[in-house]
């Protein structure tokens, strides 16, 4: 390149930087005590005030910017903020509904211990499931230390649920009446019909009403009884109602099938009974003269 042209070029940025500098001078200098003509002072402003302008704009876009980062920073901060609050309520929520349905069942079993003063009542959880029929029987948190034994009766408030078939020192294992091995003596009411209530196993939750006298009037929805006829169950604790009767009973007998009045899968505790007071076969009305 010829040096020519490099010298044009360093005049030229010379220049220029000096009447930027006059420029700048000119706006500095108070106008009240400058004795520079209005005619200069118009050209200056005229010259600057598209710079001026174009400097404001991009002030102004540079602080939009920077305001918006800001904003998009201050909302993601109260958004993981607001997460974490509705986190924190849906627990206190959880919690709270947890612990309103314990008291609505604890109140459950003290109005049902209050109805029944008969009883020796003991409150057991659930804990979990033996290895096998897990589905038809619980293991308790009580045992042997507790006062449980083998042949106590297990309730709630809907009615009778089973049986405590097996103890240890801290738990117990409760034999549900949908068991196959389980029967009880039932009552149907309010005909007073007597018959055998037995578990189906873990596939039904539905109980087998069988020995029922042929002529007895009974029908859907009536409800089913302990008869207490035996040393185990007490008479009078429900265990469901009539859901079906079996059309093919024999001319002596009828077969009906109960739904129980509890649903088992959806137990927390139970109330284990002893010290009951077994009522007399004979004190007990047998309008059929029928006995299990």
Not at 40 to 53: K, N, V
Not at 91 to 98: D, G
Not at 109 to 122: A, C, G
Request: charged share 15%; with cysteine; aromatic share 6%.
């Amino acid at each position: 390149m010829p040096p020519n042209f490099n010298q044009k070029k360093d005049r030229f940025t010379q220049l220029l930087l000096v009447g930027v500098l006059c420029i700048v001078l000119v706006i500095a200098f108070d106008v009240r005590t400058s004795t520079i003509s209005s005619t200069i002072q118009t050209i200056t402003r005229e010259i600057m005030a598209p710079l001026q302008d174009w400097s404001a704009d991009v002030f102004s876009w540079w602080k939009d910017m920077f305001d918006t980062v800001q904003n998009f920073r201050t909302l993601k901060e109260e958004n993981a903020a607001l997460r974490e609050h509705n986190t924190l309520l849906l627990q206190a929520y959880s919690r709270l509904e947890t612990l309103e349905s314990e008291n609505r069942r604890l109140r459950d079993m003290i109005q049902y211990q209050e109805e029944n003063l008969q009883y020796e009542i003991t409150i057991a959880k659930i804990i979990g499931w033996p290895n096998t029929n897990w589905s038809s029987r619980y293991i308790l948190n009580l045992g042997s230390t507790s006062g449980i034994q083998v042949g106590m009766i297990a309730v709630s408030k809907q009615g009778v649920l089973g049986k405590i078939v097996n103890v240890t020192t801290n738990t117990a294992e409760l034999m549900l009446l949908t068991d196959e091995l389980t029967s009880v003596g039932a009552r149907v009411l309010p005909g007073g019909y007597l018959g055998i209530a037995s578990g189906q196993g873990a596939n039904t939750s539905s109980l087998k009403l069988t020995l029922l006298p042929g002529t007895a009037e009974i029908q859907v929805g009536d409800k089913v009884v302990t008869s207490g006829l035996s040393d185990l169950y007490p008479a009078g604790l429900t265990i469901g109602i009539i859901g079906k009767i079996d059309p093919k009973g024999t001319g002596m007998h009828q077969t009906a099938y109960i739904e129980p009045s509890e649903e088992f899968t959806s137990l927390f505790e139970v109330m284990i009974l002893s010290s009951v007071k077994i009522s007399q076969p004979n004190a007990i009305a047998n309008p059929n003269g029928v006995t299990p």
